[in-house]
Nanobody, 125 residues
């Protein structure tokens, strides 16, 4: 049984930082793929970042502000978000899927099987 749980969301002012954590249990390991998505009110879900094996892809709106990392011992994945902007306000979701995906599909939500409940990020101006 795979479980995905996000934490670390909150409210910050523009220019601030947050680190989101995604704890995964149940047969998702370093050979698999983990991603972050977000959805703002009135907008569709957007891929933010994804990692599978040694490959990491960021959405172009990240603009160098976000970094993913992993604690392999606990299978906890992190999304470090710096220089946050009001447009980053959204519900952020962690997702995982078994196996790897090609570059073109890493940020495609349809590729992911396991999803967390989301953590809210609010950035005020």
């Amino acid at each position: 049984q795979v479980r995905v749980a996000e934490s670390g969301g909150g409210s910050v002012q523009a220019g601030g930082s947050l680190r989101l954590a995604c704890a995964i249990s149940g047969y998702i390991d370093n050979s698999d793929t983990v991603a972050w998505f977000r959805q703002a009110p009135g907008k569709g879900r957007e891929g933010v970042a994804a990692s599978g094996g040694t490959i990491t892809r960021y959405a172009n709106f990240v603009g160098g502000r976000f970094t993913v990392s992993q604690d392999s011992a606990t299978n906890t994945h992190y999304l470090q978000m710096d220089d946050l902007k009001p447009d980053d306000t959204a519900m952020y979701y962690c997702a995982a899927t078994r196996g790897r995906r090609p570059w073109s599909l890493l940020l495609n939500g349809a590729e992911y099987t396991y999803w967390g409940q989301g953590t809210q990020v609010t950035v005020s101006s």
